[in-house]
């Protein structure tokens, strides 16, 4: 093999997978968002052969041979090979040590798992999913095993979200912020409540569609190559490549507040997707740098930039010409204030910014006692009622507004809640260093977000996967992680709103 | 290798076709329903990558060994073995024959053309879409000549859309249809018009959204596994199997009749995409056995069940209380007549029964003419609105009215119209052997499809892929077929309704 040759493979295998992500990714996007509802099965054939043609592609001995030649000639590389056949290499060793029948048939039970998810929602009938919840935490805790036999199951799942991400970090970060934010929240308690009638009433899915897309121009989402459908719980994802975006929402025709935040949210996520640099397309470093990094950018647009003062106030004209009845005699601070009500409350993806924490806690130490053994599966609607109750002072009044809420489980995913609330503190970090340079007030002010989403671009979205987050986040930081920065800006602004 | 290892071998070849098939199928599919609009040549890339790995599965050594050894021992196979061996065996003879290279980037062009064709449609622009249809042509010569040197390009692509059809039995057929319908359509238009009144109005999306989901359930579609999409050109695939199916439809605001009957016809084909042998399903058997046949499932839902009197007797009350400002005053008769109303338009798909084989004929003539090299490509517009004038007597305004109106150029079918018009001709057969056994009239009135659809799934649909097409036929015709029960029938009909 010459380095010409292994450099060539080096792109066609990305080249490759790139393909199969984007078959897997058709084929599930289609599952969450237009598909029949009886069709589960039918994907779970397709989707556990594909998955065992990935696994050879990634594990298959020409792969080996080339990234090992690539790695011994590691010098030779740019930064970026050198990455990429860093990220291969680890993907690697990883996935051989997963047997290929058990891959397969945990992306098989995965798909059938969130089908089982949905419906038990629907129905809010948590039977449904239990044997399937079983399942999904019985492969993680087997999972974790055959990878990092001796690690903490929860530290491996912490660190597959995150690398180098674990449970004493996520310990401290948390301590940080319930020390600041549970008493900011009793605090707001003792305030009379702010006025929120202007967000509640009746707003047709037809009209919500609009301010889906008046919101996505207004942050400059180019439409030709990031596209939004209705799905049951929102998430993002990349078809293929930072060529082909995909927002996601759900509309309740109650209240509009819900479908906009959680498209200012994906679309965080979506530029995030989009704007790799160019050259990273259809390789393994198009994408972004950890979990947490992409819900600092998702949260950074729905909070930071959404829930803005700024913001609203440009918003507010356009809604009111979306929604005349419900809007007349109101005016931007009414609904300023409406949108950053702090209300404990029952469902994480609805929660005000000070009491989101306590939502992600909850999902944190039932993950943790899980995997640790310590709670059976039958045990979680009870557990999740109480905690709730507990950390929130919240009757959850049936699993549909309580441990079904989330996708996240019927997913797979676990270990991945923590990021929310660590990607939430670097966006409030990464906002501190951009007022270093820009007047983000005065942008907000002046609706001009495309200085802001520069920055974010040059600072994180250009490097796609280039860098370890710890990495990317010093280099951001110039220092180290610092939660007050969040705690900070959480005082400042509701002591503002609630005049504490 | 064992009979026993491979049979196995068979059956898993086609589970990981068909999981191939429902990657690329699911990509396709995205592409032409929800993706956003530059996003075409980023499923260039990954649809290229796929076609090779499927080219590469469709030939390997391993498979030809498989095939050939069980081809050598099909005297021990089952019937439906048999066909499965004999198709992909057929198949791999074909496409070795293809230079792999030239059948990924033909794949390529084939999603860029389908894409360039949209964008000329909306802007009735044909030079976006013309380097694009002389490349498709180009490749079907090219195609025809890799793979049937020798013989004809028409008569190749026409064989390759139903095995056995060539240009002299369609040139037979459309004489014996033409003999009749000219007269036919002659005579009608010496009669008073029918009022068609009721079809044209104001008819918002989100209420022909209902019409559809009536449709669907009066066809008996099973919605659990048959979704429904907007396209800008219907059409029906399934995905993976039988076991999801899509149809799609495209709504008009000014009138809801095109939209319930191409629901009705692409509903037709996906009654026989959901019912071959549960068996069949993962196989290269679960599928339709020609585009004729197919055709003529869709083209009896839509025009020998949606246009008879006794289907709009049960449907009009249904669309009666959704449109009950258009319906007010009307009687079933009203619709009956509007829907059956015969007048040469421009549009195929809004065609009435008889002057239908028209378009086709057009079309017949321009691909024939083209593929024997005495069209150039910039003269297309020019020759089909000249046929349009000689045909039909009527005057193209656009190319969006005229040569842009299909999708099937720009994907890549050539050879495929006639099959519309055949597949019309087998359905008129079928409806008359149905009436030996069963009151098909009376079940129309009385709504129920039921024993209709047993019928077609009995003879036609439960075969899947198992019989050659004129196999099939003639088992379900016991005879020849005769394009007189066609003929015959729409004379019988439109007697009744212009009084002639």
């Known amino acids: 093999m010459t380095l010409t040759e292994a450099r060539k493979q080096l792109m066609e295998l990305q080249s490759k997978l790139s393909a199969y992500y984007h078959a897997v990714g058709s084929i599930h996007y289609d599952g969450v968002t237009g598909a029949p509802r009886g069709t589960a099965k039918n994907r779970a054939h397709s989707m556990t052969i594909l998955t065992g043609e990935l696994y050879k592609l990634n594990t298959s001995p020409e792969t080996r041979a080339m990234l090992e030649y690539l790695d011994e000639h590691k010098a030779e590389l740019s930064q970026a090979e050198q990455r990429m056949v860093h990220l291969l290499l680890k993907g690697l060793r990883k996935t051989e040590k997963i047997p290929m029948d058990f891959f397969m048939e945990h992306r098989r039970m995965i798909i059938e798992a969130s089908d089982a998810w949905r419906r038990a929602k629907e129905t809010s009938d948590f039977a449904i999913f239990k044997p399937y919840l079983q399942r999904v935490f019985d492969d993680c805790v087997k999972l974790a095993e055959i990878c990092e036999p001796g690690m903490d199951p929860f530290d491996y799942w912490l660190n597959d979200s995150e690398e180098g991400l674990n449970s004493a970090k996520c310990d401290a970060f948390f301590a940080a912020v319930k020390e600041k934010v549970v008493p900011l929240a009793r605090a707001i308690s003792e305030k009379p409540q702010v006025d929120d009638s202007i967000i509640n009433g009746y707003f047709p899915e037809y009209k919500q569609r609009q301010v889906s897309s008046v919101i996505m121009d207004m942050m400059g989402i180019d439409k030709d190559r990031c596209g939004i459908a209705t799905t049951e719980h929102p998430f993002t994802t990349s078809l293929g490549s930072q060529n082909d975006v995909r927002i996601t929402t759900h509309y309740y025709e109650n209240t509009f507040s819900p479908a906009m935040y959680s498209v200012m949210h994906e679309g965080g996520h979506g530029l995030y997707f989009m704007y790799p640099a160019e050259e990273y397309a259809y390789t393994v470093l ?57 209300e404990p409350g029952l469902i994480r993806i609805r929660a005000d910014e000070v009491t989101y924490t306590l939502h992600i806690l909850v999902r944190y130490e039932i993950e943790r006692r899980m995997l640790a053994g310590e709670v059976k599966i039958g045990e979680v609607p009870e557990l999740w009622n109480a905690m709730y109750k507990d950390y929130l002072g919240v009757t959850v009044p049936n699993d549909t507004m309580g441990c079904l809420q989330d996708s996240h489980w019927g997913s797979g995913q676990v270990g991945y809640f923590p990021t929310y609330s660590l990607g939430t503190a670097y966006g409030a970090q990464f906002l501190k260093k951009m007022k270093e340079t820009l007047d983000v007030d005065r942008l907000l002010d002046e609706g001009d977000l495309a200085p802001i ?10 490097y796609g996967r280039l860098y370890e ?14 939660p007050t920065c969040f705690t900070d800006y959480l005082e400042k602004k509701y002591k503002d709103i609630y005049g504490l």
């Not at 986040?473 to 220092?479: A, D, P, R």
């Open 286 to 342: 198009d994408g972004g740098c950890s979990m947490s990094l992409h819900e600092s950018q998702s949260r950074f647009y729905e909070n930071y930039v959404g829930r803005s003062r700024g913001f609203i106030k440009n918003v507010f004209p356009k809604l009111a010409e979306i929604f005349p009845e419900n809007f007349e005699g109101k005016t931007p601070e009414d609904l300023y204030r409406a949108v950053n009500k702090v």
């Open 453 to 462: 989403s520069a920055w974010n671009r040059e600072h994180i979205w250009q």
């Open 469 to 482: 987050p710890e990495e990317l986040l010093e280099k951001v930081f110039e220092g180290p992680f610092d």
